[in-house]
């Protein structure tokens, strides 16, 4: 239900933009920088630093992958 939302919101969005010939570029630009400001307001208090760390406890050593296999 909420993908195809999505989609609907999607879809009309580009049809409409595509429908502005003189304004389509303009539109656009501006619909991407909300769309990526929103992103990074979302996404401000991730640390993408921890994510990339392994977790306490965990081998991700080769030597480790090596004995699973």
């Not at 010939?21 to 990074?40: D, P, R």
């Amino acid at each position: 239900m909420v993908l195809s939302l999505l989609l609907a919101v999607l879809y009309s969005t580009l049809y409409f933009v595509l429908q502005m010939e003189k304004y389509a570029l303009l539109t656009g630009t501006l619909e991407l920088f909300i769309l990526l400001a929103m992103v990074m307001f979302l996404t401000r208090h991730v640390d993408w630093f921890a994510i990339a760390q392994p977790r306490a406890g965990q081998d991700y050593s080769p030597e480790s992958r090596a004995d699973k296999g």
